[in-house]
């Protein structure tokens, strides 16, 4: 049964209901076959979309702008020299301000409590476009893509070996959500929030799947379906990078580490790869790597998320 998903805002996946998200992988799919053939999808016409961004980003940028475009509609940039957002003018007056001129807003940030209170203050619906807590879209995608290749999402493994950051929180939530096992291997002080994990727990034991939190990355990668890695220092964690590269080089996806997955695992990455860091070229560039294929869903996906919601 099809859910009126129209003024809701996308902050966090835990916001969502199964039914929601398989009606955005279902969107998702539709729209992706109607690009491919050529045929108009016009569903957006003379809508507007917000795009704000404090952090720089290549494909968030594009797959939106791009997206909204193709959906009939129109897509405004705004860098943090644009507008007088947390500078000037407080984030409940210019999100009821720009809820008077626009259709959406998207927003890829720092803080997350911006999103939040960009929902709560506008009256149009927000989409996360990444902050340092969330990243919703990234693992709607990376959910996305799995069923893609995988037929089904309840019951396989994803082993996320990194930085327990935006990235771990959001696979958390979403293979939770979905009946998917999830192991994080992060070394000690990098685990993903407590909290998000205790959350994720819930949905686990409703859906009946598994959450294994640990330091061992070999332990973790054991009978994996999907391996899934990122960058080991963040934007804005730069100053922290040459700290993190030691602490995390035992956590490289590389080939001596994947001999202890499923022969046919899935490799992805949210990109930008670090090569050399993170993940070895042998790997992202291997048969098992689908990170290209993810990178474009991107695209089909968030156009699926702004159709529904818009």
Not at 111 to 132: C, E, M, R
Not at 207 to 225: F, N, Q
Not at 263 to 270: G, L, Q, R, T
């Amino acid at each position: 049964m099809a859910v009126n998903m129209k003024g809701k805002s996308l902050i966090e996946i835990n916001h969502l209901s199964l039914e929601e998200i398989y009606q955005i992988f279902d969107l998702s799919k539709t729209l992706k076959e109607k690009l491919i053939t050529g045929e108009p999808h016009k569903l957006l016409e003379g809508k507007t979309l917000g795009m704000i961004f404090s952090k720089p980003s290549t494909r968030t940028r594009i797959s939106f702008e791009a997206g909204i475009y193709q959906l009939g509609g129109m897509g405004m940039y705004f860098n943090q020299n644009d507008l007088q957002l947390k500078k000037s003018e407080s984030v409940s007056d210019t999100a009821k301000v720009l809820s008077r001129y626009l259709n959406g807003i998207m927003i890829r940030t720092f803080d997350h409590q911006d999103v939040i209170d960009l929902a709560k203050f506008g009256s149009i619906p927000v989409i996360n476009g990444l902050t340092d807590l969330h990243h919703p879209c990234q693992v709607l995608t990376d959910l996305f893509t799995v069923l893609e290749k995988r037929r089904v999402l309840k019951g396989l493994k994803l082993v996320y070996i990194g930085d327990g950051n935006n990235m771990a929180h959001s696979l958390l939530h979403g293979c939770s959500k979905v009946g998917m096992d999830i192991t994080i291997a992060s070394p000690s002080g990098y685990m993903p929030l407590k909290e998000i994990v205790e959350e994720s727990k819930v949905n686990a034991k409703y859906m009946g799947s598994k959450i294994e939190i640990t330091e061992d990355p070999v332990k973790a990668v054991s009978g994996a379906d999907i391996i899934y890695t990122d960058v080991w220092a963040s934007m804005g964690q730069e100053k922290e990078a040459a700290e993190r590269r030691k602490k995390f080089i035992q956590y490289q996806v590389n080939k001596e580490l994947v001999k202890n997955a499923k022969d046919d695992y899935i490799f992805m990455h949210c990109l930008p790869a670090h090569r050399g860091d993170e993940v070895t070229d042998e790997i992202c560039d291997s048969p098992n790597s689908v990170i290209f294929d993810e990178a474009e869903n991107r695209l089909h996906v968030q156009k699926a998320i702004m159709a529904l919601v818009m």
